[in-house]
């Protein structure tokens, strides 16, 4: 991709994240997704690393290499349009050198942004010390910076999704983290695993910047988030979830009651599939 282009394209992503409505992401895995959701008219694609994970044959919480998590990106971004963001864990690697390897790897994957988590493990014990994260993100900001890039860095914690310490504390240590992020050059500031209003109300005054939340059955509604200020939500690994769901549905129809309706109902046209790829099978096959 051109570095130019590249760049208007991140600076567009950043916008984004300033209204005036908020930022929806169903998080895409593979190009026909993301293909799929920039027909349905959405501003940029961002990819989840669960889902991209599980489609490849690995289990989520970096097992996936750097490496295979960027092909599928850049697959993606040089298949679509709008501005491509990538789920990139904890950046695949403990040191800031190992962000500015990755950051390099990404934008000349064509990505303009990318999430980074602060752990690198499945637990507590994985978490990282606040100034070693600090120091990473102003690496990953660094770079990008020095490549022409305004590179949309969504800084994340996960004090709440992985209850990490005292839970009268959780907050605080949220907060605490994500301002540091934030000073440190984040330009989106992500708190999966909090949903109830009163704390996502509080966290957006907290921190005084673009905030991210993960969609959750317990999240309020978009129209009410929307109004508390939050900036941007994202689905995650649940767009493809939802899909595997509906795999399964009809694996059991198909197995146990000898039936193919469920297939049938709301699938989308072989035709209307072959054309958006088609549109862009040279990018997408480069």
């Not at 300033?18 to 997704?33: E, F, K, M």
């Not at 606040?130 to 990473?136: A, M, N």
């Given at each position: 991709m051109d570095i130019r282009k590249q760049a208007e394209k991140a600076e567009q992503?950043?916008?984004?994240?300033?209204?005036?409505?908020?930022?929806?992401?169903?998080?895409?895995?593979?190009?026909?997704?993301?293909r799929i959701l920039e027909e349905c008219g959405h501003p940029a694609i961002a990819t989840s690393s669960a889902a991209v994970a599980f489609s490849l044959g690995y289990p989520d919480g970096q097992r996936i290499s750097r490496e295979e998590m960027l092909e599928v990106a850049g697959r993606i971004a040089r298949a679509v349009d709008v501005p491509v963001t990538a789920d990139l864990e904890a950046g695949y690697?403990?040191?800031?050198?190992?962000?500015?390897?990755?950051?390099?790897?990404?934008?000349?994957?064509?990505?303009?942004?990318?999430n980074l988590e602060d752990v690198t493990g499945d637990g507590?014990?994985?978490?990282?010390?606040?100034?070693?994260?600090?120091?990473?993100?102003?690496?990953?900001c660094d770079t990008a910076r020095s490549l022409g890039i305004p590179f949309v860095l969504n800084a994340r914690t996960?004090?709440?999704?992985?209850?990490?310490?005292?839970?009268?504390?959780?907050?605080?240590?949220?907060?605490?983290r994500l301002r540091a992020y934030r000073d440190a050059g984040a330009t989106c500031l992500f708190a999966p695993g909090v949903?109830?209003?009163?704390?996502?109300?509080?966290?957006?005054?907290?921190?005084?910047?673009?905030?991210?939340?993960?969609?959750?059955?317990?999240c309020p509604a978009i129209a009410e988030l929307e109004k508390m200020g939050v900036a941007r939500?994202?689905?995650?690994?649940?767009?493809?979830?939802?899909?595997?769901?509906?795999?399964?549905?009809?694996?059991?129809?198909?197995?146990?009651?000898?039936?193919?309706?469920?297939?049938?109902?709301?699938?989308?046209?072989?035709?209307?599939?072959?054309r958006m790829m088609m549109r862009r099978a040279s990018g997408a096959n480069a």
């Open positions: 992503f950043r916008k984004l994240h300033h209204g005036p409505r908020l930022l929806l992401l169903p998080n895409a895995w593979d190009v026909v997704s993301a690697g403990t040191s800031a050198k190992d962000m500015v390897e990755t950051v390099e790897a990404a934008i000349a994957a064509g990505v303009i942004g990318m507590e014990s994985s978490f990282v010390d606040r100034p070693l994260q600090v120091e990473k993100i102003r690496a990953i996960d004090v709440y999704l992985l209850a990490i310490g005292p839970e009268a504390t959780r907050f605080e240590r949220t907060v605490e949903y109830d209003r009163e704390t996502i109300s509080k966290l957006v005054k907290a921190v005084a910047a673009p905030v991210n939340i993960l969609a959750n059955p317990a939500v994202s689905a995650g690994s649940g767009v493809m979830r939802a899909a595997l769901g509906l795999v399964r549905r009809i694996g059991k129809e198909m197995f146990e009651s000898r039936s193919c309706e469920t297939m049938f109902a709301g699938s989308i046209p072989h035709s209307e599939l072959n």
